[in-house]
């Protein structure tokens, strides 16, 4: 896949133990990115956050350590992360969904067929 210029990132905040159908709601987003066919995924732990319940979630608590903040980052085209969005309405009850212009200036993956170093 080759992707160079304008793009969007797609930017889902979630928390760490939210659900669906008793799987954890990012690994949900990222088999859904994967299976229509998105440039790529990545989840980010956050350390420390809260949202629209105002409660902070911390790793530095051991009571609230469980929930922690989770964003769902994903790069494509405009039209690839418009399709997805109708996914997420499915997915996504509590959290925030961001979708902003960037410009790819390098995407690059590994040859098929070449083992990980």
Known sequence: MRLHG?????TILVGE????????LYTEIVHRAHAMGLAGASVFRGIEGFGASSRIHTSRLLSLG???PVAVVIVDAPDKITEFLAELDELVTEGLVMVEPV????Y???EPGRAES
Do not use: F, T
């Not at 133990?17 to 954890?24: I, K, V």
């Open 6 to 10: 304008p793009a969007q990132r797609l």
């Open 17 to 24: 133990s939210d659900q669906y159908r008793h799987r954890p």
């Open 66 to 68: 469980e929930d922690l």
């Open 103 to 106: 410009e790819v200036y390098r």
């Open 108 to 110: 690059v993956g590994r």
